[in-house]
DNA sequence: ATTAGCACTCCTTTCCCAAGAGTGCTAACA
DNA sequence: TGTTAGCACTCTTGGGAAAGGAGTGCTAAT
């Protein structure tokens, strides 16, 4: 048996109802639908059949369908065929043009939770593909140095290192010569071997610093990637959906919220390369990757900024998310974001 | 009617008691209580007294009592007298000696979360009475300058400029060395319109970017003013706490630590010169700066890294809190703060 | 001054019942 | 053959009522 256009109306129709109400919905309450002029009792019958197939559920035997995780697939790719040609455009997404992307993405995070109701998380771009864009080593003690990387899409490193001898103005100036020479236009990964080997034989008698430097670069971008910059926002949210509040729920999602590694999972995924850039990702209940969001729906969708800077925006509801909404609104940040810094 | 020895007894085990539990005590249960050899009718009279004082309250005629906001008041300060000479050590509180303030606040509020199973906040240290200790720029593309602050404490802060015209590597330079000669040292306040003067006339035809500086160092300093940096943890601590965990109240709480803005009534007061540096402030109930908080009580340390650079730890838990232990982590990871940065 | 005992109060839990919502099935109809 | 009306049935939900429990206040005895 196969979805013939009637069960689709209806099967959409229950969906849609049920996203707004979040409460089973039951045969007479589709037959009321507009559209389709059906008596309760036919639409009880199409019900039936949608429930064979797999597409709704009886929470129990006296209550009206929901979804069930297939409807929603069903749903959701629907709407992603439909919504896939018009970006529609979102003048109100008051995007500063800051310099400091981290900022930026913290407020995507925000005005993201705040637009659409939902918990939302922005993962900062990863670096491993990046370029070096400048360097610079200063002394702020005696035998202290302060290091600044700044990389492609002007983000921002620093840290510091402590030298066993004191270097001249004019040491640090050569030393700031030859790291920039050497450095610059490369991206983390095209650091290797050769490179660091050519840079201390330069470095003369420095060569110490040099590693300490090429040391803090490398640590710097990797614990940057290690511990994931992950900014989440609006995780009170969740509270607006009677499903997903109770005390148990509740606590495990916000907490894994809070705990930004168990995130991870979702962007890995995305990740790889299989995934086609700007394509919108959407786990529906055990489809997604963290298990303590199996009672809920995550949809993804990667933001490129530069060469190989690429990062990740998700936002978590219910279920019953408004789907078309969310992938609308993802849709244009994106673009948004690509548009703006993408060059 | 005072309190004699017999009945701050009673109050403190009928305290202790419901720090335990979370429930209400009765008569009985204390009678029970080791120390004092005492029925339960006895206790009953007592208590009856107790209630009359307004240390304890009874949620409804025939519930045991629960303290009120005076009860724990008295318990509080009894605790802080006490514990005030002995600053206990804590060996495990394995503080990392890392360079970044930022980074170390951050880890020092989860660290609390864990130990503590209450939420905690830790905002970061305020700038206005900080030294400036170096400043540097550079250009990172043509028409674009990057310009780093460091700070006493180690904590840095970046930004970009344009500039109208390209400079080049010799203006940069001197420009640097200008800035530093003139700025170092000083703190945000003592930077005023007679320094900004000499310092423009010296600066001679890169007055124009000079000022572009200051605003820059301003900005920075001031926004990282506004919306303080505040970080928190172990929010979903208050769902093991049942009297806080009910959805409203809950929801209500986890917002309000989400929205950092709100809560910077809790360090306003605590920044006043009226309190000591290091003195522990204890609010219980209604005593909250934060309307939200009225059902729980709030511990909050301040902190000093270095001059004029300080900021303030706060530990967020249901009114029966373990006040023992709270005040005395504070104090613990306050003198260590300060030992390690304080210099 | 302390204690034992007892009646009383009030919350909480449980159980039951009625109401309501929705289904599945059957039979009738076009 | 597809659609519809009707009805019995199921299951949840909400509101009491009743039972149980915990704890008090008071009185009388020690």
């Known amino acids: 048996m196969e979805l013939d256009e009637r069960k689709e109306k209806i099967l959409k129709a229950i969906i849609q109802t049920y996203l707004e109400t979040g ?21 009880r019958n199409e019900m ?24 929603y697939r069903f749903y959701v790719d629907q709407i992603i065929r439909e919504k896939d040609s018009q970006v529609s455009q979102m003048q109100e997404l008051m995007i500063q043009r800051v310099d400091r992307v981290e900022l930026l993405l913290k407020q995507m995070a925000q005005i993201l939770a705040n637009n659409t109701n939902y918990a939302t998380l922005v993962s900062g771009p990863s670096y491993h593909q990046t370029k070096l864009k400048f360097i610079q080593l200063s002394r702020v003690e005696s035998h202290k140095l302060l290091i600044v990387v700044v990389v492609e899409g002007n983000i921002i490193r620093n840290s510091f290192i402590t030298t066993d001898e004191e270097l001249s103005d004019e040491e640090i100036l050569n030393l700031n010569i030859l790291l920039n020479n050497s450095l610059n236009g490369l991206t983390i990964r ?29 640590v710097a971008v990797e614990a940057q990637d290690e511990d994931l910059q992950i900014y989440t926002s609006g995780a009170t949210n969740i509270f607006k959906y009677p499903e997903l509040s109770d005390t148990q729920r509740a606590s495990e999602l ?25 394509e919108i990702q959407v786990y529906i209940g055990d489809e997604t990757p963290v298990r303590t969001m199996k009672d809920c729906s995550v949809v993804t969708a990667n933001y490129v900024l530069g060469e190989g ?13 408004d789907y078309e909404k969310v992938v609308g609104t993802l849709r244009t940040v994106v673009s948004q974001l690509n548009e703006t810094f993408g060059k």
């Not at 639908?33 to 036919?42: G, V």
């Not at 800077?309 to 998310?321: N, Y």
């Open 190 to 218: 095209e650091i290797n071997l050769g490179v660091i080997a050519k840079l201390k034989e330069q470095a003369g008698a420095h060569r110490q610093v040099v590693e300490m430097v090429l040391n803090e670069v490398a």
């Open 254 to 278: 916000i907490s894994t919220l809070e705990q930004k590694e168990l995130l991870k999972g979702l962007f890995d995924e995305q990740n790889e390369p299989s995934a086609s850039d700007s």
């Open 48 to 71: 039936s059949d949608l429930e064979e197939l797999g597409y709704i559920i009886q929470p129990h035997t006296s209550a009206g369908r929901i979804p069930s995780d297939k409807g």
């Open 309 to 321: 800077l690429r990062g990740t925006i998700g936002i978590i509801g219910p279920k019953r998310m």
């Open 23 to 43: 409460e089973p919905v039951g045969s007479r309450t589709i037959s009321k639908y507009s559209d389709l002029n059906l008596s309760s009792a036919t639409i």
